[in-house]
């Protein structure tokens, strides 16, 4: 291990600059900068050609090193002359580069092309990535942030003015200046390469895990006032979500909003059929399907209008002028749709707080990797796409449900899903009508759905997210008049739950899986 106990803080003059970019925001200015303080510009390809374009006198890198761009373009700035510009240190290293003929490049300018837009093209194969990966930008990025005490280096077009200003007002490169953009510099070559690992990599749960995002923006707070926040976008996606939505009006979403949105758009996804999604604090309180966008939204309100105060309502069809009518009469949150016809904007203008989203169109929801953090780590999962047809399906009573009612089962446990642990769902006629969730105990579950349904319950089918360990949650619901039950199964007492179904005359359906929402 090299071990070297001083590091150069004092301001550093600028004699000699690299310029290599992709991207060419901002780069004829800070050109026009460094020829105005007189120091030499080293560049290479496209970026010498923009820099000369506009009159800017620049020297090809080969030209400098007196070495040709080799190999189509592989071997360019890997350079002992480049290289050791970059890296060597000034007080330590001065005889070396004496010696080897080595100048000092005091200034990188780098950016790297975006792999991400190669491996998102639809022709895009390994060999057209693997040519895609940069070797000589890193190098010099790595570089220059390394040797942070004699060397400056910036990536982002943004911070291009911070460099002008101080060549401007001191004609020098503070080290403070420098510490922060060497960071900059560290992060975009972190992610460029967690990129290329996430493509590379056989599996999704690699030894190795990478998150690789960008800041989209800074909010207001998180959870509760006291709490700082950012939201972050995975780098090029362009999928139909909360963070890509139109946002017609509205307020700026907060950490919360933007939580609640995310829930109730990932509980619409579950349906092909128009279907209406109402969320209080991330649990769906009022789901409905059918036909009629404005019924659907009648009934899903009204499951439990006390909690859909405030809420986020959801469509999976265009909103149309009559919903929009029947939404500006109580306070939600947030609406959000593929799309908003002309008249229902019109409508919302009328309530100038109210947030509405135009997501686009709604898919499936994609196979991909949840994360949370937990004291030391994180814990990473698959998402639960398990879908669970009337086949998947085991009658376990005495008695046989309806179709009706395993169509209602059905529909009631793509919702539950969507409900914190321990969940209860009730629904009727394509409708939920009473969630217990997020309880310490199943049978408070139950108590707490039957609450919220009140007489609604009768004729309705009863879900559970995992299998019920004992038989008190059944003889809960026997005078409720629910007629079926749907629940994985699993208990080792599930023999004394069946007895008490039949017992009470109620049906009974094992799914053989359970849909846990901690």
Same mark, same amino acid.
């Given at each position: ?8 803080? $004092? ?11 992709? *991207? ?13 303080? $007189? @120091? ?41 002359? @480049?290289?050791?510009? @970059?890296?060597?240190?000034? *007080? ?9 003929? &080595? ?31 940069? &070797? ?33 007002? #001191? ?12 960071? =900059? ?47 972050? =976008? ?32 990932? +509980? ?7 279907? +209406? ?9 009022? !789901?409905? !399907?059918?036909? *009629? ?56 203008? #009328? ?12 898919? =499936?929801?994609?196979? %991909? ?14 998402? *639960? #796409? ?16 309806? %179709? ?9 446990? =793509?919702?539950?899903?969507?409900? %914190?642990?321990?969940? &209860? ?52 619901? %026997?005078?409720?008049?629910? +007629?079926? !039950? @749907? ?27 359970? +849909?846990?929402?901690?």
């Amino acid at each position: 291990m090299i071990q070297k106990n001083t590091l150069n803080k $004092e301001p550093i003059r600028v004699k000699r600059a690299l310029l290599s970019v992709f *991207d060419k925001n901002n780069i004829i200015d800070i050109g026009k900068a460094l020829i105005d303080n $007189e @120091i030499e510009i080293l560049s290479t390809g496209g970026t010498a050609d923009a820099l000369r374009n506009n009159n800017i006198n620049v020297t090809d890198v080969s030209d400098y090193t007196h070495f040709p761009e080799i190999m189509d373009g592989r071997i360019k700035t890997i350079n002992p002359l @480049i290289e050791g510009g @970059i890296l060597g240190l000034r *007080d330590d290293h001065k005889k070396e580069a004496k010696e080897n003929l &080595i100048k000092w490049i005091d200034l990188v300018i780098c950016n790297l092309y975006p792999f991400s837009d190669v491996i998102s093209r639809e022709d895009c194969n390994v060999n057209l990535a693997l040519e895609n990966i940069d &070797i000589g930008g890193p190098t010099m990025i790595r570089s220059a942030a390394k040797n942070v005490g004699w060397v400056c280096v910036a990536v982002d077009p943004l911070d291009y003015t911070i460099i002008i200003n101080e060549l401007i007002k #001191n004609s020098t490169i503070s080290y403070e200046t420098r510490k922060h953009l060497s960071a =900059k510099a560290f992060g975009h070559t972190a992610q460029y390469d967690s990129i290329i690992h996430d493509y590379f990599k056989d599996d999704q749960l690699s030894n190795n895990l990478t998150l690789t995002y960008k800041k989209k923006s800074n909010l207001r707070y998180g959870e509760n006032p006291h709490q700082s926040a950012s939201l972050y =976008k995975i780098i090029n996606n362009n999928e139909p979500n909360i963070l890509n939505a139109i946002i017609h009006q509205g307020k700026e979403l907060s950490y919360n909003n933007i939580m609640d949105a995310d829930s109730a758009l990932a +509980c619409l996804k579950e349906f092909d059929e128009p279907a +209406c999604v109402i969320v209080k604090h991330s649990n769906p309180c009022g !789901v409905s !399907v059918g036909n *009629d966008l404005l019924k659907i939204y009648d009934l899903a309100f009204n499951a439990d209008s006390i909690s859909a105060f405030g809420g986020i309502v959801a469509f999976n069809r265009t909103c149309t002028e009559d919903v929009a009518e029947a939404i500006s009469k109580v306070f939600v949150e947030i609406v959000l749709a593929p799309k908003f016809d002309k008249n229902s904007l019109e409508i919302f203008k #009328n309530k100038k707080n109210l947030r509405v989203l135009e997501i686009g169109e709604i898919r =499936k929801r994609a196979d %991909k990797l949840e994360v949370r953090n937990i004291d030391g780590g994180l814990l990473v999962q698959d998402v *639960d #796409n398990k879908s669970l047809r009337e086949n998947d399906l085991k009658v376990v009573t005495k008695i046989s449900p309806s %179709k009706k009612d395993i169509k209602t089962a059905l529909f009631a446990w =793509k919702v539950l899903r969507h409900a %914190k642990s321990n969940g &209860i769902l009730i629904a009727k006629n394509d409708t939920t009508v009473g969630l217990g969730a997020g309880q310490v105990s199943r049978v408070d579950a139950v108590s707490m759905a039957l609450q919220k349904g009140g007489d609604e319950v009768a004729g309705g089918v009863l879900a559970s997210d995992a299998f019920f360990p004992f038989r008190d949650s059944i003889d809960a619901i %026997k005078d409720s008049g629910i +007629c079926s !039950v @749907i629940q994985p199964g699993g208990s080792i007492r599930d023999k004394e739950v069946i007895a008490a179904c039949n017992d009470h005359g109620i049906s009974m359906l094992f799914t053989g899986a359970r +849909c846990f929402k901690h």
